[in-house]
């Protein structure tokens, strides 16, 4: 794809929400960042990936398979090990599950068949939604993870999400934004240590706004596809 091309491929609005997100997280990271580069670097790539997934772009998932790897290291570094086993440990094995499913599923070039979850799907989803959190909680309990309230929620957003996500619903992006608010919180909570992490809390920021973006799109999509068929 020349680059002209790629440029194209985006709305408008897609372009817009985008390059908001990048204004909001350089600005962040050089009033805040103190030399966080790691951090810069993973929002970037993350707000990247987030405007190919509303897309229903496969290329999303290569991109967040790495925001997963370095997110995980920074979580490391504060001692948020309930976020970096999440990212490693949950995360990544299902965002490259979900890659897979999409390349399967595809409707047309660069766009993944939209699925219509049906209770049954949510309903397992929910059971191992439970059973992963309740398991993680004690993980976390172990490991004396730093807020571990906030912590435990993000797990079991983050499962959902994922889940929903690999089942190609629309509905992956407003789970994915309820685990937003949450880590907004959670890096809130760093930040009050240690200024340098509202970088991380406006990376957040920014993803919540991308995700709603996705929810809006998929659903466009949902429709598009089914008059068409």
Not at 45 to 51: A, K, P
Not at 217 to 227: I, L, N, Y
Request: charged residues 10%; positive net charge; aromatic residues 16%.
């Amino acid at each position: 794809m020349k680059i002209k091309e790629f440029w194209n491929y985006f709305s408008l609005a897609e372009k817009m929400i985008w390059s908001i997100s990048v204004f909001l997280i350089v600005s962040s990271f050089l009033i805040f960042g103190q030399g966080s580069v790691l951090a810069l670097v993973a929002s970037l790539i993350g707000v990247t990936s987030l405007i190919f997934l509303a897309k229903g772009n496969a290329a999303g998932h290569v991109l967040m398979i790495i925001f997963c790897l370095l997110y995980g290291a920074i979580s490391f570094g504060f001692r948020y090990y309930g976020e970096m086993m999440t990212y490693l440990g949950m995360s990544l094995p299902m965002c490259a599950s979900a890659l897979v499913s999409w390349v399967r599923h595809p409707y047309q070039k660069n766009q993944v068949e939209v699925h219509r979850v049906g209770r049954k799907e949510v309903v397992v989803s929910l059971v191992l939604t439970a059973i992963v959190t309740f398991i993680f909680y004690y993980i976390l309990l172990w490991t004396k993870t730093a807020n571990l309230i906030p912590s435990t929620i993000s797990v079991a957003t983050s499962f959902f999400a994922a889940s929903m996500m690999f089942c190609r619903s629309p509905y992956y992006s407003l789970a994915y934004a309820s685990n937003d608010v949450i880590l907004i919180v959670l890096w809130i909570l760093a930040s009050l240590e240690d200024i340098s992490y509202l970088s991380v809390v406006v990376c957040f920021a920014a993803f919540l706004l991308n995700d709603i973006y996705g929810f809006i799109s998929w659903r466009r999509m949902e429709k598009a596809q089914a008059q068409e068929c």
